[in-house]
């Protein structure tokens, strides 16, 4: 059978097992290429007669060269890398397929190592059904390697982009490789010398688009090159290599997609060790990657309908939504065209999570951060920001859940929007009376606070609202690295001044904090944020603060040196404010605090806090009653008990009552003379019928009232 024959047979097998839903990885693990024509050009003359091409002439002919087949014999059997690990008590067994050497135009005995833009890279891998590594693949690829050769750098000059450099480090590779040919001929994998052009996060920045490179391994398997996105996408030089690996991979004998597997919050782990990678690939040079929504917020409209307000721009015909009501398993997106954009039949004593796709004429993006709403009847008056945009590891864009769930599980319904559409001012921070802002490990390259959110957020606190914030990075981002605005804004409304990168400037050490005596936390014991293993992710970096500007500690982390400040609280009137405002302001992130009890009732003394005293929360109460607090009754809705919390300043005679919807007392929960401190009070209301009731506690110093649904 002659190979043009051999060739077509194989091929179309492949596409056949395609068709049946079977992955070419099940039958031929080789470079789905053309075989090698006879009169193919040798990789030294392709080396003269691309010398001279502009950029994107070469990359062309490289491209032609590749797709017709002329690459070397020894590059197309693929090569297993296998490895076991486990993931959250499970086991993976992991089978993938690499090229055994860098990409190269030629033949066996004269070959062309081609370094290349990652706009061809990506181009290439598309057309064979390929992807290029991850950082964590070079890694295990060097592992995995029979010949391991040692980096041959070149110094380093304006040349080195250019043919006859590159094709110069080519010969040298060759020297290297040619004593180990006995014993481990062409087509034995090896590795270390070349640095790879790798799938990573860094791809796509604020800047332009990069490319991203990593490894060159030393003997010893320690990287020449750490993850380096310096370069645009358009650079390419001598010490660059492209590895291909088959996109199919077995995960427990099962066929998926390495790209589908790095965009998976609970797998991206077997391929990434920066985490979760939402567009494993470089963008094509012809066209924009569609962008996904990050302009949007969801809303309660009543107890069973929400409105998603999204920015849409001229390119996007509508979007899709995927629903949740745990925030990790979504329903199969649906489309939404309608205007404005409702979530209709919701569970109105439960939290629904979303996330968004844009549909264009010819694209679909990928999925947006998640967001979520507990859906009231009347208006929501707690907001919660998420701006944790920076891709790093750890960041699952979710971390609304357990910052929802811990609202939630304290009575409160909430809102949720992103902070670009806090800063395009598609969501109003001055429409809500408590709003909980998300930084995570956000850091300098991403802004922790924009100076357009610094001016929003200023103007919500000087206007009496009430702000709690939570990151690892906001205080170096601000007050370390910071220009003076951000000082500024820092220690006049954050009320805290940087002062170790962490505790003991010790990284990954401490990773626990405890109250003061006097602060709102002081009912608590210690509370413990996460290294890594309980489910959120480590936080290596918790920002050391101090005070400023009449703001209080509140937590201090715990076997320090010295006492050093975890989170910061303050009441009064913000800089050039009308009303007296709130803040709480964490030095590590709330969603890393650990057991999710832990979190819940530090979000209960967070909001006991942030409902006291001189909030814009209307309860017509007269001045004498801000001398108490009385919290939302949780859960809200309720069925049928629930709990109320309130808070005395002093002591003093209490008398808590229940009305119905036409003003008649129905209940008295509470009828006694109490010192100060805080209180819960459990009502069972199962003798009573659903709907809207209100509670109200009177003192000799005033009354306050709430209201509560009971749903049957």
Known sequence: ?????????????????????????????????????????????????????????????????????????????????????????????????????????????????????????????????????????????????????????????????????????????????????????????????????????????????????????????????????????????????????????????????????????????????????????????????????????????????????????????????????????????????????????????????????????????????????????????????????RATAGNTYDFIRQHGQALHANGYSFDSATNEAVSEQLISLNAYDVVHWILGTESTADETFSTKEQEIVKSYLQQGGSLMVSGAEIAWDLDNRGSYADRTFMQDYLKARYRYDAPDNKTATFYTAEPIEGSIFSSLSTITFDDGTKGSYGVSYPDVLTPANDAKTALIYSGTSSQQTAAVQFKGIFPDGSQPGKLVYFGFPFETIYPESARTEVMKQIMLFMESEATSISNNENDAAKKIVLAQNYPNPFNPITNINYTLSDAQHVVLAVFNSLGQEVAILEDSFKSSGTYTVSWSATQFSSGMYFYRLTTPKGSIARKMLLLK
């Not at 917020?297 to 999204?310: C, E, W």
């Open 1 to 389: 059978m002659n190979n043009c024959l051999s060739f077509t047979l194989l091929y179309t097998s492949t596409i056949l097992l395609l068709i049946m839903g079977f992955s070419p990885i099940l039958y031929a693990q080789q470079l789905p290429l053309p075989p090698r024509a006879n009169d193919a050009i040798s990789g030294s003359a392709f080396k003269d007669q691309i010398a001279s091409l502009s950029l994107e002439d070469r990359e062309n002919q490289i491209y032609q060269q590749i797709i017709n087949g002329n690459v070397p014999d020894f590059l197309r059997n693929l090569i297993p890398i296998s490895f076991t690990e486990t993931i959250q008590d499970s086991t993976y067994e992991v089978t993938y397929y690499a090229i055994p050497d860098y990409l190269a135009v030629g033949s066996d005995s004269d070959y062309f190592l081609m370094p290349m833009t990652p706009i061809l890279a990506q181009k290439i891998s598309n057309s064979l059904d390929f992807t290029l590594p991850t950082k964590q693949m070079v890694d295990q690829i060097w592992s995995h390697a029979s010949v391991k050769l040692s980096p041959a750098p070149i110094t380093a000059s304006p040349q080195m982009t250019t043919i006859p450099v590159m094709w110069q480090h080519n010969l040298m590779v060759k020297d290297q490789r040619a004593p180990t040919l006995d014993d481990e001929p062409l087509g034995a994998l090896v590795a270390g010398h070349k640095k790879d052009v790798i799938i990573s996060n860094k791809i796509y920045g604020n800047s332009s688009r990069r490319v991203v490179i990593y490894g060159w391994h030393y003997q010893n398997g320690n990287p020449i090159q750490p993850v380096y996105s310096g370069h645009a996408e358009t650079y390419a030089d001598y010490s660059h290599g492209i590895r291909l690996v088959q996109d199919s991979v077995l995960i427990n004998n099962q066929v998926h997609r390495i790209t589908n597997i790095l965009k998976d919050a609970t797998l991206a782990s077997l391929f990434s060790n920066e985490g979760m990678i939402r567009m494993p690939f470089y963008p094509k040079p012809e066209a924009e990657i569609l962008k996904a929504p990050k302009v949007f917020g969801i809303t309660s409209k009543d107890s069973t309908t929400a409105q998603i307000p999204v920015k849409q721009d001229s390119n996007i015909n509508s979007f899709l939504v995927s629903v949740s009501l745990d925030g990790q398993t979504f329903l199969d997106p649906e489309p939404i065209t309608a205007e404005p954009l409702l979530l209709t039949d919701l569970n109105s004593n439960e939290i629904t999570y979303i996330k968004l796709q844009s549909i264009s004429d010819s694209d679909t993006s990928d999925f947006s951060e998640v967001l979520g709403v507990a859906p009231a009847q009347s208006k929501n008056k707690i907001l919660v920001v998420n701006g944790f945009d």
